[in-house]
């Protein structure tokens, strides 16, 4: 029933039929990450908002009709999505702020958001007969198609720079991924990836690259609404480093507007970390996508650490198009916001998504969201992720000789 309509270069705003360009605009070359647009009067007429609600499947496939596959298409059964979006007054009641949600992605399979894209990158995998999968990521996104693809027997082939650090590349061996230490940058295993794929005819998940992973990452924005009653909050803050999870979210409730199931998109807030803030500085400056330039990217934040974000011109339209913002937050700020959110909420997550919670500070401190507002909270990574993070972030625990006295006099000195 989803038939795909186009894909749309958001760049030059050219058209292409989905079997015509299989990644980024043909005309614009990297920076041309292809929108996925739908014939929204078709689905408007056949699909039911309310049969969505009601149906058994407690995951991301419960949006199938709205995403770019078949209806009777076999789909990955790792449990992606559906995440839990906790009401948190006392979120709220720190912040200032009338009300405040936290959506915990950390609780997917492979512990992050990137379960979403893989999993949707997988599907059209396996629906088109294709055998091998492939990325190139230090991080998250690439455990998550490792892990996605053993849950169906998919060979990945996965390209890090050699200096990744080893607790990443730990989780892509265990799940069986081919994994090639690239003597390099990432940017040169990006291209590497790419040409290989284009050489073997192995699918390529690279972010901005494939214009599917903002269809999977969409479905985050769907459950929001949804488990809003289909009220879309105020604002949703999100951690930024390459820009296509923000640029999901808006595709998500940009969808729903033309289905005509909300009535408005939320003003989309982008955090990124003060060492790696390209986007936040092209958006107060005006500068257009297309005219950024590399800049140095440092952060204890490492998933959303990103020089020139590959998905600059959909990050920026996001937030230029919701009238949102981006803030930079200093990595001192987000180390704290580690413990700070996990004892308020009992959410662990990892810097990147500690940085929303320091993000929101402050927005508010700034008056980018005002005190009767409503807002969500994406944390997209599982703090066990980056555990030396974590530990930076606390005091050491107690240390006692094994015996009651000592156990007194170091709780008495706590
Ligand atoms: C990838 C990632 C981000 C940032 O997503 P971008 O698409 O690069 O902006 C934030 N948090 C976590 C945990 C991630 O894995
Ligand atoms: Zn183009």
């Known amino acids: 029933m989803a038939v795909i309509h186009e894909l749309r270069c958001p760049i030059c705003g050219r058209n292409y039929h989905p079997n015509a360009v299989e990644y980024v605009c043909p005309s614009c070359g990297l920076v041309g990450t292809l929108d996925v647009l739908y014939d929204y009067a078709a689905l408007r007429r056949d699909v039911d908002r309310d049969r969505i609600g009601q149906q058994a499947e407690q995951s991301m496939w419960r949006y199938k009709p709205l995403l770019p596959i078949e209806p009777d298409s076999k789909t ?11 009401d948190s007054g006392r979120v709220a009641e720190r912040l200032g702020l009338k009300r405040v949600w936290v959506k915990d992605d950390g609780q997917n399979p492979t512990g992050s958001f990137k379960d979403r894209a893989s999993a949707m990158v997988v599907a059209r995998a396996m629906e088109a007969g294709i055998k091998t999968v492939s990325t190139a990521s230090t991080g998250n996104a690439a455990a998550a198609l490792a892990g996605i693809s053993a849950s169906v027997g998919m060979n990945t082939i996965i390209f890090v720079p050699a200096s990744a650090p080893e607790a990443k590349i730990a989780q892509l061996l265990v799940y069986g991924a081919t994994v090639l230490l690239v003597e390099d940058t990432y940017d040169v295993a990006f291209d590497l990836c790419y040409q290989m794929c284009l050489e073997e005819g192995w699918y390529c998940r690279n972010t901005a690259m494939n214009p ?3 269809e999977g990452k969409k479905t985050a924005a769907y459950e929001i609404a949804e488990q ?14 390459d820009g296509n999870i923000i640029a999901g979210i808006y595709k998500g409730f940009f969808d729903l507007l033309q289905l005509g199931w909300i009535e408005r998109i939320p003003r989309l807030i982008g955090v990124q970390a003060e060492g790696s803030s390209a986007l936040f500085h092209a958006w107060r400056h005006g500068i257009a996508a297309q005219d950024m330039q590399p800049q140095p990217a440092e952060t204890v934040a490492d998933s959303i650490s990103a020089g020139l974000p590959r998905d600059r011109a959909k990050a920026l339209r996001a937030v230029r198009e919701t009238s949102g913002a981006f803030v930079a937050v200093p990595d001192n700020k987000i180390l704290a916001a580690i413990p700070a959110l996990a004892r308020l909420t009992g959410v662990f997550a990892e810097p990147s998504c500690a940085a929303v919670y320091a993000g929101a500070e402050r927005a508010v401190q700034s008056g980018l969201i005002q005190d009767d507002e409503s807002v969500v909270l994406l944390m997209t990574g599982n703090g066990l992720k980056d555990i030396r993070r974590a530990q930076q972030s606390v005091r050491q625990g107690l240390r006692v000789k094994p015996n009651l006295d000592s156990v007194r006099r170091a709780l008495q000195n706590r």
């Open 212 to 214: 599917y992973t903002t």
């Open 228 to 241: 809003l009653d289909w009220i879309a909050p105020d604002v949703v803050m999100v951690g930024v480093g």
């Open 76 to 86: 990955p059964p790792l449990r992606v999505g559906m995440t839990p979006l906790y």
